[in-house]
Nanobody, 119 residues
Framework: QVQLVESGGGLVQSGGSLRLSCVPS????????MGWYRQAPGKERELVAD???????NIADSVKGRFTISRDYAKNTITLQMNSLKPEDTAVYYC?????????????WGQGTQVTVSS
């Protein structure tokens, strides 16, 4: 199980920016896909963005053009840059790591960081 430490959440006004960071306990080279999910009150957890070791990123339509995901191997950190934030972006954001071992995938989750966007 990979341990994930998140940072960077907080309160911001609509139109503002925040940057979330996640540091895994193991080298990102051993993790096939890393990403961010979010869960708003009363809603299911949803994918925000993820990125694989080839650098291919998958971005949710709701945040496309506003959020950017990146991996920094030197710092062993994954970052979610969130710009033009909207109140509907308010949620707990979770870092996720997925590793593939043969036919099986293994998931790890961070503890979550709150992002609140005020109107």
């Amino acid at each position: 199980q990979v341990q994930l430490v998140e940072s960077g959440g907080g309160l911001v006004q609509s139109g503002g920016s925040l940057r979330l960071s996640c540091v895994p306990s193991e080298s990102m080279l051993s993790i096939n896909v890393m990403g961010w999910y979010r869960q708003a009150p009363g809603k299911e957890r949803e994918l925000v963005a993820d990125i694989d070791n080839d650098g291919s990123a998958n971005i949710a339509d709701s945040v496309k053009g506003r959020f950017t995901i990146s991996r920094d191997y030197a710092k062993n950190t994954i970052t979610l840059q969130m710009n033009s934030l909207k109140p509907e972006d308010t949620a707990v954001y979770y870092c996720n790591a997925r590793r593939r071992r043969g036919p099986l995938w293994y998931n790890s989750w961070g503890q979550g960081t709150q992002v609140t966007v005020s109107s």
